[in-house]
């Protein structure tokens, strides 16, 4: 029976380093002498592709290496279960996790690796009053504790990166990098990353994000405009960016992905259409000429004004005309019949739109096609407001019609741009309603948010979201908004640091009164839960069918609940009794499952059961791939009946794959007891058994 150290990799966050050798001892076998690598040989593998020159185009700065390094050095730390701060906790998928934002990632590699469909951040735009600390490259667990509060400082200092440091881009970007690397591994091969930035780090965020995701993978810049500042002395700057990169955009491409979102007021349309269609029937004429008045009396301020071109009705609804010729020219020219001249009509100049005769007539059958008064001009095609299944499978889109299709979705659909307008101040009057009270000045908009999210993740409905710079919680509100409106079951994950709030400061003052009036201390993770709990309670009441997931598990980074060697050179004797018993005192069981759960590569959420086993409690994880008894005496009378009941469990479970049986190392009587049980469980196919 193995037992688990704090330096065994099972016990630590993913090994990037050693996982990326295994990597390269796949690839180029012949490069490894004696365990090292020997980099003249890879470099004669890898011929041209190696740049050996001094001077090279890249974004580098002080601590670069140092930073790049933080992101390879795993985390001891482990993320402790708060059901009581928590919502939903025995049912929700949500995750909320309290903590620094870079040991959270490297603990989330195991379980999380290319299982998160898009990544969402909106990190400190570096405004000279954001909040960045010193990364540790020793223990950043102590030094998390330290800056947040939790142990003394020793003088430690906890400050803004003001616009005076002279490394004011410096310890932004070491802050940044090796977060935007662990992020990337996260990603699914058709995941996305969306960075929400200002002017003032956009052109170092490129360049990082070049580097980490590849400049092949750039998606889009965004440009969200807020609104006019009219106090501004040169430009008034109310424009904020957002980036856009794909973990493989290739993937995307082999994957013919096409993302459309549906045209703002098109349901409206819709709508109006049904109503029309109630009052006159099969009269068309009348539809129309009804429908054409409403359309003039609306304002130009409401959506569907914009859609007005779908000014015609037939049996499918309104329609538009389309163009019917081929795009860029070319396109293939045949005979098509005027139903009442008898002629073949006019051939358009780039040719028909449709491949071959027996497609046009297909879509002539099925009244997609609409003719004009006689052959001398060509048809055109009918758009509809709904698409009918058959303009799904439109061969060619025409030029003209690159800004919108119509495709399987439910009504008329658009691409999006690369700028949107949406005023500030609606997200923060919203907030501000919801919480009470005016505490966050500049939230992002939860709706806008949904829009994307809703947009690049094409309907996937199961999509995990991620969030690492929490803030006000509006990803994981927007999530919540956008399940609720189309019943999809997708997961958010945030991460957000208990940053201190200081009534002293006037712009954390509004903040840290309310927290006092929670009753919560005085941190920003505190008022993310506190706008999850209420976001809640605001849906449930908007959308009172709607029977989703709205609850969030709350975790909070700690160090390790295994002991490490922590000697007391005046006191030898005692460090050596208080290290008989591997885990930490102040822990639970519940701390030590969860802690299992992460190192070994299980998900937070997976369901876990428990059963009384020869009068010991035995948890079974994840249907039964992890087993677990932390009780803590085992006698030699007891080895068997426990092993033997632990046995009976795992057959009845049947789980597929390897499983692994956990024991308290320190309830063991002695060596032959715990030798005894070990041997029956592998004697039954539980090969794998290790004890903390």
Partial sequence: MELFTVNDPDTQSADIVTENIGRLRVLFPEVFTEGKIDFDILKQLLGGMVDDREEKYGLNWHGKRRARQLALTPSTGTLRPCPDDSVDWDTTQNLLLEGDNLEVLKLLQKSYA??????????????????????????????????????????????????????????????????????????????????????????????????????????????????????????????????????????????????????????????????????????????????????????????????????????????????????????????????????????????????????????????????????????????????????????VESEEDDDESEGEEEFATQVRGSYFYKQSQVAVKHLRKLMGAKIFNNPKDRVELAKLFDYITNSDKDAIILDFFAGSGTTGHSVMELNAADMGRRRYIMVQLPEPLNPAKKDQKAAANYCDKLGKPRSIAEITKERMRRAALEIKEEKPLFTGDLGFRVFKLDSSNIRSWEPDSDNLEKTLIDHIEHIREDRSETDILYELLLKLGLNLCVPIESRSVANKTVYAIGAGVLLVCLDTHISQAEAEPLAMGIVAWHKELAPAGEVTCVFRDSAFVDDVTKTNLAAILQQNGLEKVRSL
């Avoid at 020793?138 to 003394?152: P, S």
């Avoid at 973990?247 to 259409?273: C, F, H, Q």
């Avoid at 019949?337 to 497609?359: A, D, F």
């Fill in 114 to 395: 290319n299982k998160v469909k898009v990544i969402y951040i909106d990190p400190p735009y570096n405004t000279g009053k954001d909040f960045v600390y010193p990364d540790d490259f020793r223990d950043n667990i102590k030094n998390y504790h330290e800056l947040t509060g939790q142990v003394d400082s020793n003088g430690k200092k906890l400050s803004t990166n003001t616009e005076a440091s002279g490394r004011f881009h410096t310890d932004w970007l070491n802050m940044i990098y090796p977060r935007l690397k662990l992020s990337r591994n996260l990603l699914r091969e058709d995941g996305l990353i969306l960075i929400s930035l200002d002017d003032k780090e956009i052109n170092n965020m490129r360049h990082l994000c070049n580097e980490v995701f590849g400049e092949e993978n750039l998606v889009a810049c965004l440009v969200w405009e807020k609104g006019r500042k009219n106090d501004a002395k040169l430009f008034s700057i109310g424009h904020e960016y957002m980036l856009v990169f794909a973990k493989s955009l290739s993937n995307l491409r082999e994957m013919k992905t096409v993302w459309r979102e549906e045209k703002p007021g098109a349901r409206e349309i819709w709508d109006k259409y049904v109503e029309l269609r109630a009052q006159h029937g099969a009269n068309d004429r009348s539809i129309e000429n009804d429908l054409q008045e409403w359309f003039s009396s609306l304002p130009n301020s409401h959506p569907s004004k914009k859609w007005s071109r779908y000014k015609r009705v037939d049996e499918n609804g309104p329609w538009r005309d389309r163009d019917i010729s081929w795009p860029g020219g070319g396109g293939p020219r045949y005979d098509v019949i005027h139903p009442v001249t008898q002629e073949p009509c006019k051939v358009p100049e780039r040719g028909w739109i449709y491949s071959s005769q027996e497609e046009m007539q297909r879509q002539i059958r099925l009244g997609l096609v609409e003719f004009r008064h006689d052959h001398t001009e060509p048809p055109f095609r009918k758009a509809h407001i709904k698409p009918i299944l058959a303009e799904a499978f439109d061969e």
